[in-house]
Nanobody, 123 residues
Framework: QVQLAESGGGSVQAGGSLRLSCVGF???????MGWFRQAPGKEREFVSL????????YYADSVKSRFTISRDSAKNTAYLQMNSLKPEDTGVYYC?????????????????WGRGTQVTVSS
């Protein structure tokens, strides 16, 4: 059973924007939802995270000031607004949820994962 579902990926030109959504189904015991991405031949890397306890947000240095994460707790949904996209942003974007602390940059502590949505940015 897929417990997280991403949507909103697509193909855009450099400088364009996309908005990703992640909906959780029947997930429990999590304090944060976030986004990772993975390009072919590369490791999965942290992109952004938002806390369900408190209002803290976190961003990878490579996307800071360009991406904005938000949430709708009543809908178990997280969003990622991506602006000023660059070709190096290309990859499969995965939503993740878990009870994570200061180890949020690693994929290991996350309990739930979506199947990913493709983002392609052309130059």
């Amino acid at each position: 059973q897929v417990q997280l579902a991403e949507s909103g990926g697509g193909s855009v030109q450099a400088g364009g924007s996309l908005r990703l959504s992640c909906v959780g189904f029947g997930i429990f015991g999590f304090n944060a939802m976030g986004w990772f991405r993975q390009a072919p031949g590369k490791e999965r890397e942290f992109v952004s995270l938002i806390r369900w306890t408190g209002t803290s947000t976190y961003y990878a240095d490579s996307v800071k000031s360009r991406f904005t994460i938000s949430r709708d707790s009543a809908k178990n949904t997280a969003y990622l607004q991506m602006n000023s996209l660059k070709p190096e942003d290309t990859g499969v974007y995965y939503c993740a949820a878990g009870n994570v602390l200061n180890d949020y940059r690693s994929p290991i502590p996350y309990d739930y994962w979506g199947r990913g949505t493709q983002v392609t940015v052309s130059s």
